[in-house]
């Protein structure tokens, strides 16, 4: 039962996935960021000692949006069905790292919100006035749980392009379109390294 509500297993899996995409390296930048920025947005928050004055009215938006992060979670699961199913796509390492990243990464952001939503919940039910640290104090932490959930979904965007961009077109993104180059010729260009693959494949 412990470890059914234990989330290292995905928390871990999301920092191990954080990897540059080209070396393999661990990406510091971006586990800097994550780290760094919800820590500097709670610091602000105890230091100007600001409180959430109507934590309901945030409430209903931010408990949606944990459950929407769960359904997209299930399309990314199916999508990885899909993706076990291609002959073609099931050998790429490098998508199956895209997709570990991007559903660990949904999964953190969906129970941070939950967390977010729970406690703006707890400051929402006692009077700031007599307690002011105590509400300084949650709303640190909710801060830092938004701004998480911010950076995760920033993260997770780009991830989902990496995902299309590594199933369809060979992880190249379109070139850079000069004035002497016309539509036709770049949308033959971006083909190119698709159909080189997939012949690669099929040798």
Known sequence: MIDRLSLSTIRRDYWRSLRKVQTQAPDMAARSVLVAVPIVTAAIIVITRYRLASPTSVIPAVSLLAGVLLAAAGQVISLRARVADSVMLSGDARLRAHMRETISGILLAAV??????????????????RHPWLAVGLTAVAGALGAFVILMFLATARRLYATYLEAFESGAPLPKQS??????????QAAEPTATRAGRRHA
């Open 179 to 188: 004035r002497h180059t016309s539509g036709t010729a770049l949308i033959q």
């Open 112 to 129: 941070s919100s939950l967390f977010d939503a729970v406690t703006m919940g707890s400051l929402a039910l006692f009077d700031q006035a």
